[in-house]
């Protein structure tokens, strides 16, 4: 296990000035800490210490997310159109089929008709 980094004396948070004892110019008692950030604490053993992502990268992360997201609606939206035209088409043949059977009926309908009006012994027929 490697042993924790200690911080760079050029790190912005740490302060390399020497104390200044009570009294002197500049340091009011009472004033608290200075105003300079503390360096970090070191990151306990083994855990590992994570960065906040820069602005481009989150708008570089941002940006994959958006466009996986559209994609996914454009295949949405193909799936749909694609389960419409199947639908139209079923309903037309459907349609189609039924009017071919009516068809079908009607032409027999008319023939049996025919044949019973047809007959030598119809009285229409004498």
């Known amino acids: 296990m ?5 911080p760079s004396p050029s790190s912005p948070g740490t302060n390399h000035a020497p104390a200044q004892p009570p009294g002197t110019p500049g340091h009011r008692p009472g004033a608290g800490p200075s105003l300079t950030n503390p360096a970090p ?7 590992r210490r994570t960065t ?12 994959a997310g958006y466009d996986a997201g559209r994609q996914a609606a454009e295949h949405e939206h193909q799936a749909q159109a ?3 035209r199947l639908i139209a088409s079923y309903r037309t043949q459907r349609a189609a089929d039924q009017q071919a ?3 079908a009926l009607l ?5 049996a008709l025919a044949g019973l009006f047809s007959r030598p012994d119809h009285p229409g027929n004498r």
């Open 2 to 6: 490697p042993a924790p980094k200690k």
């Open 82 to 84: 694609r389960r419409d």
């Open 107 to 111: 032409l027999e309908a008319i023939a």
């Open 52 to 63: 906040a992502p820069t602005r481009a990268e989150a708008l570089r992360w941002w940006r």
């Open 101 to 103: 059977r009516l068809d």
């Open 41 to 47: 604490p070191p990151p306990e053993p083994g855990t």
